[in-house]
């Protein structure tokens, strides 16, 4: 997995998680993406920010700093998904 999807997919279930802290399979898949990013990548989150359109993840990879942009609306769109489906808001 390429490093910006990682990070595109880490971002999109992290909003998912916070959104939802107690829905155990959003909790497991943030923490599969994390490691993918750790283990994988060497990738240090540092921040996420938000600025106009964009998600601005601050990261370092082995002691070098980067950034990455994601729009607002393509990783919020799991999250809304999730919520716009019935059979996902039972009691999870």
């Not at 919020?76 to 716009?84: H, K, P, R, T, V």
């Amino acid at each position: 997995m390429q490093l910006v999807d990682a990070l595109s997919n880490w971002l999109s279930i992290k909003k998912v998680h916070e959104e939802r802290p107690h829905d155990l399979a959003a909790k497991e898949t943030f923490e599969f993406f994390t490691e993918i990013l750790t283990e994988d990548h060497h990738v240090n989150i540092s921040a996420v920010t938000t600025s106009g359109p964009f998600y601005i993840v601050m990261y370092d990879v082995n002691g070098k700093e980067n950034t990455e942009k994601f729009f607002i609306d393509s990783i919020d769109a799991l999250y809304e998904g999730i919520q716009s489906e019935p059979r996902f808001n039972e009691e999870y």
